[in-house]
């Protein structure tokens, strides 16, 4: 199958700092990558689409000045938090759509972040 | 607009067999998937349909009707390591091919 690897797991970040979390394709290329955020007990909640060699789709109401996202190669898309507060804590997922012979999407371990 | 609905929760009995709905009206289509997630953990592919009818796969079935926006997720024989959330998601048929998830139903399965 198809592997997406991110990183890092679990991060701590103090009020005011920047978070970067990586989302890599191990083994496919992967143009198109999607990053979501999902609260406890609730659903996935799709912030922006991450688009290979151009900027990414936000969803209405994701601040894109606050979550920057780079997609510089087919295999990494990276997702930083920028000035993070605690209301930006919450478990962060990204997934790609699998190589040709793939319909699903395959996601990520996802990172959960606690800003204190 | 995208709206998916599911139940929130559900209580099963281990051996039993279990259905899980999912309505959904969406603006594009172009499949519609089942995902199992444990807490704290990503969410891992159950099941696909793009043609209404069934798939089975072991112990898992999933559903489709195009035409009334319907889904179900049927699990047999369940198990205690099927308790979790399963969540139903549509992929839109725009650029990107976004997936869009419904709440997710979190089921519990008793001894």
């Known amino acids: 199958g198809a592997v997406v690897s991110q990183h890092p797991s679990r991060v701590i970040c103090k009020s005011g700092t920047s978070v970067k979390i990586e989302c890599r394709s191990l083994d496919f290329q992967a143009t198109t990558m999607f990053w979501y955020r999902q609260f406890p007990k609730q659903s996935l909640m799709l912030m922006a689409t991450?688009?290979?060699?151009?900027?990414?789709?936000?969803e209405q109401g994701v601040e894109k000045d606050k979550f920057l996202i780079n997609h510089a190669s087919l295999t990494l898309s990276t997702l930083t938090v920028t000035s993070a507060h605690p209301e930006d804590s919450s478990f962060y997922i990204c997934?790609?759509?699998?190589?040709?012979?793939?319909?699903?999407?395959?996601f990520g371990q996802g990172t959960r972040l606690t800003v204190v | 607009g995208q709206n998916i609905d599911q139940p929130t929760e559900m209580t099963a009995t281990e051996g039993a067999i279990v259905q899980i709905n999912c309505t959904y009206q969406?603006?594009?289509?172009?499949?519609l998937f089942w995902y199992q997630q444990h807490a704290g953990e990503a969410p891992t592919f159950l099941s696909y349909n793009v043609l209404d009818g069934l798939e089975e796969k072991g112990r898992f079935s999933s559903f489709l009707s195009r035409s009334k926006g319907y889904s179900y997720l049927l699990l047999k024989e369940l198990q205690m390591k099927d308790s979790a959330s399963y969540l139903c998601?549509?992929?839109?048929?725009?650029?990107?091919?976004?997936?869009?998830f419904g709440p997710g139903t979190r089921l519990s399965v008793l001894p």
């Open positions: 991450s688009n290979e060699g151009s900027k990414a789709t936000y």
């Open positions: 969406t603006s594009g289509f172009n499949g």
């Open positions: 998601a549509v992929r839109d048929e725009g650029y990107g091919q976004n997936f869009v």
């Open positions: 997934s790609a759509r699998g190589p040709r012979d793939y319909t699903e999407a395959f």
